[in-house]
């Protein structure tokens, strides 16, 4: 098959459009075209390669696109995709996997950075609050990793991977998925039963969920008042799995719970890093401005593993990573 | 034996007390006890067992303490112990290994925290000065741990429980030792030549050392300079193995460069948090006010080794982590 693909991102570099161009020919997505130039190529385009999702690629210019069969996302959620504007039969990949290093050794590093009070102390001696005698005192609050539990929400790439991190640290395991991927070294949970136990038993919890319709505001007040009252929330995947009030009212109620987060609530339908309540005066707070995906990014792999998945659908192949749209849109 | 003790801190717990008092009196040191008194029960005094040397115990009242056998040190390290005031036949033990997983820990807490910029990006998140914009440049400054190279300066307890973590990270470790302990795991190095190049070859260095007069300031000015320019070098054991003055140049002339640690440099013999030269102002350092040792010492198990370890002094056994004086005072 030779197909037409629309690349609409500048992150695909010079060697993957290289391999792309090998079994297709590429347009460019600009910002500057015009209403007529996309009205005449978008009806050609059989494929989609993306990153964020471009603003002219709007329910009126999906219904153009009468040849796409192929969606694929360089972000490893798809939960900007329009699923509602795109027809039954398109396909649409996510890049599950292409970021679980990098994201895993992130929420390792939110984890011990609250687990060992870093922020905190470094900015209490920043504003020389602090003294040994404190030292004493809050040293016995730090968190020790080992013989802890840690609770992974999400046991596909990103989950794996932190949990074998965590266990070189001597923590438990207990994974919470859909999935039925037997393990000898993790304590597995499925069902709404299962998600309460983990989140009733585990000392710290890591958020490694896709953003689908089921899993938005996952983390509601009734499940922050079943986690231990000295518990640590690591969310390394989209801010939106956390309700936003009812996480700023548990922490301003419970200063011995810590949450330390990379990814950050939605305004106008993206992230955004201001907050609706103020988080960042809290010293039970950590913040990074979604760091551990650039950081993957950088290093090429992402893309280079969603051309990958392009090229075994333009070879004949089942791509891998296809996402179940019911997941993420009610009805169709 | 039966022997006398004197207890000079009040972290031995009843557990531990009692333990001991099954073989020994114990007494304790109170500051407020009388120059009359002093003298009066220093030379019954057969072990001494501390943590912060006591200011009571001067020259003069150390001449005093004619039958002491053992100084054991609840302390890993042992620099604070005046050495030069004690007889040479005395016994000082060190308690090596006591916190090797809390500080390990607390290695790899803060060789993340570096790696992966939480410190400074959180905090320009606060003051207002992020956007999405600055995390795909600073994200692509994210230093993975994968593949990296980790030396490790010391390899006893702390440096072989943080080389087991770091390699889970699939990191490859060098290890800076006197001793020569063989291990498949870790490519070892010794003397000044294999100083100069583990921290040349690595692009992260743990310093995991005693306090001793070869290691102190053994980071200086020129290793440094041999060091890798977006090398990140964290402290563990003692501020004192970096030279103050040429670590504050480096930071400042190399942005890139990151020093995080949990100790700090000695002022009037203490540790201090006030430095000579305004380090928190510098976005790649980190500093926390050694929370890593008070965070093993809640756990107890310092105590009860150190208590293990005069016990086995007590019953005629050759006491383990006894310290070469060498180390710690010329001549003798």
Chains 1, 2 share one sequence.
């Not at 690349?7 to 161009?21: C, F, I, N, Q």
């Not at 309460?196 to 922050?224: N, Q, Y």
């Amino acid at each position: 098959m030779v197909a037409n693909i629309l690349v609409t991102t500048e992150y695909v570099d010079d060697e993957s459009a290289a391999r792309l161009k090998k079994r297709a020919a590429i347009c460019k997505l600009d910002e500057t075209m015009s209403q007529e130039q996309l009205a005449e190529f978008l009806p050609t385009i059989d494929v989609l390669l993306v990153f964020s999702w471009p603003k002219q690629l709007s329910a009126e210019n999906l219904r153009l696109m009468t040849k796409l069969k192929l969606v694929q996302n360089i972000l490893a959620g798809v939960n900007q995709v329009p699923f509602n504007h795109l027809s039954g039969d398109v396909i649409v990949c996510s890049n599950a996997g292409a970021y679980s290093t990098e994201v895993g050794e992130y929420a390792m590093g939110l984890l011990l950075a609250s687990a060992k009070r870093i922020v905190e102390s470094h900015n209490s001696i920043k504003q020389e609050q602090w003294n040994f005698q404190r030292t004493m005192d809050v040293g016995s609050h730090v968190t020790m990793l080992e013989n802890e539990v840690l609770g992974i929400l999400g046991y596909g790439g990103i989950g794996a991977y932190t949990a074998t991190l965590a266990q070189s640290f001597g923590m438990k395991i207990y994974a919470w998925t859909r999935g039925k991927r037997p393990s000898k070294l993790v304590k597995l949970f499925t069902g709404e039963r299962g998600l309460d136990e983990v989140l009733a038993r585990s000392d710290c919890v890591v958020l490694a969920l896709p953003l689908t319709k089921e899993t938005r505001g996952i983390i509601d007040s009734e499940r922050l008042r079943r986690m231990k009252k000295d518990a640590i929330l690591v969310n390394v995947t989209r801010g939106e799995l956390v309700d936003e009030k009812a996480l700023y009212e548990h922490l301003a109620a419970n200063p011995s719970f810590r949450y330390a987060t990379d990814v950050w609530w939605y305004n106008q339908g993206r992230e955004s890093l201001k907050t609706d309540y103020p988080f960042l005066s809290l010293p039970n707070f950590v913040g990074t401005p979604h760091l551990s995906g650039p950081s993957g990014l950088a290093t090429g792999r992402p893309v280079k593993l969603a051309v990958d998945n392009v090229l075994r659908f333009l070879r004949g192949l089942a791509p891998r990573n296809i996402v179940d749209r019911s997941d993420y849109v009610n009805g169709r």
